[in-house]
């Protein structure tokens, strides 16, 4: 069990192979003989922020987090109790490797078709300088417009969901996490559901997600909306695959602190549209998956907070076992 000391402060993971724990980690070998499953969950109902001793950085002292009290059942109960909360968390792991699989395929797909022009007829089709006869080559924001539309998160409904940095994954297209406005105070973006949400800050952490819900988010995101339904699944290939966040890095504007993705450069990236038939048997294929996608993750999140019930009262005894 590994738990942030330093920044997320506080966040706690189950690993059961192998790892190398970073120095502004704590990490847990020795459970007294005690269901480390089931210390994992205790401590995931435990509040170690107000135990944050840092300025700038959140910092926690395990000097202070030894000598804190909980409740300790006997062996039988420990393992009913993580049984039924793995329970959940096993589904959620599955409905993951689910999502991984479909944006796996969307990026292979991507990749056949577009990159080594192995798409179907191809055998037929002649190419000419790097174009396929009846294919067009256009830039990316011929495809998609980046949206700067500002917003005060007080003009917005407390429950309206607030997406940060913090909250897109890399790799991943499928937005699982996000806050809510009252969370927050300086102006935001707002954003529609279906939207290209690109993290602008250290653009190579390739943190690019697909917006299943409408809401608001940092300033600090490219929001980009596509022009036309048909194109939406090419721009969306298109805007998370590898080479595109590789070039976009590569020319990224050197801030003070960090680099920073340019719009003006994101939008003259070159993309290959191919004829109709083609274009809307891929965008079929992609509609589908990220259709998918966001009933996969909607899914995790009712799960997650019906877990996220479940666990204090099974923890202080208030559900019987």
């Given at each position: ?6 920044g ?34 205790v401590?995931?109902t ?52 689910r999502?991984?699989?479909l ?15 192995r ?35 007080q ?20 937005l ?12 935001k ?60 890095w590569q ?19 070159p993309?290959?549209?191919p ?12 509609e ?34």
């Amino acid at each position: 069990m590994v738990i942030g000391r330093k920044g997320t402060l506080g966040t706690v993971h189950y690993i059961d192979s192998d790892f190398w724990p970073h120095d502004t980690s704590l990490w847990v070998k020795d459970f007294k003989g005690n269901l480390p499953r089931y210390v994992y969950y205790v401590i995931r109902t435990m509040d170690f922020g107000r135990f944050d001793v840092g300025g700038a950085n959140p910092t926690l002292n395990p000097n202070h987090i030894h000598g804190l009290p909980i409740r300790i059942p006997d062996s039988s109960t420990q393992t009913r109790i993580a049984d039924i909360l793995s329970a959940y968390d096993d589904l959620i792991e599955n409905n993951n490797r689910r999502m991984a699989l479909l944006e796996e395929a969307i990026h292979l797909l991507y990749r056949e078709w577009f990159v080594y022009l192995r798409f179907p007829g191809h055998e037929r089709v002649k190419v000419v300088d790097g174009v396929p006869e009846g294919w067009t080559r256009v830039r990316l924001g011929e495809l998609v417009d980046e949206i700067r539309s500002g917003v005060k998160p007080q003009d917005v409904p407390a429950d309206t969901p607030y997406v940060g940095l913090e909250h897109i994954p890399r790799r991943c297209l499928a937005l699982q996490e996000w806050g809510y406005a009252s969370d927050v105070a300086s102006n935001k973006f707002r954003f529609d559901e279906s939207d290209i949400l690109f993290g602008k800050i250290r653009p190579y952490f390739h943190k690019v997600a697909v917006a299943p819900v409408a809401g608001i988010c940092s300033s600090d995101t490219i929001v980009m909306r596509s022009k036309a339904a048909s194109t939406f699944p090419l721009a969306v290939a298109v805007a998370s695959s590898s080479a595109f966040v590789d070039h976009i890095w590569q020319t990224a504007k050197i801030g003070a602190k960090m680099p920073r993705a340019n719009w003006k450069v994101m939008e003259q990236y070159p993309v290959l549209v191919p004829p109709s038939g083609l274009l809307s048997e891929f965008g079929g294929f992609v509609e589908r998956s990220i259709s998918l996608l966001r009933t996969l993750l909607l899914t995790n999140q009712r799960l997650r907070e019906a877990r996220d019930l479940l666990l204090p009262r099974l923890m202080n005894g208030s559900i019987a076992v």
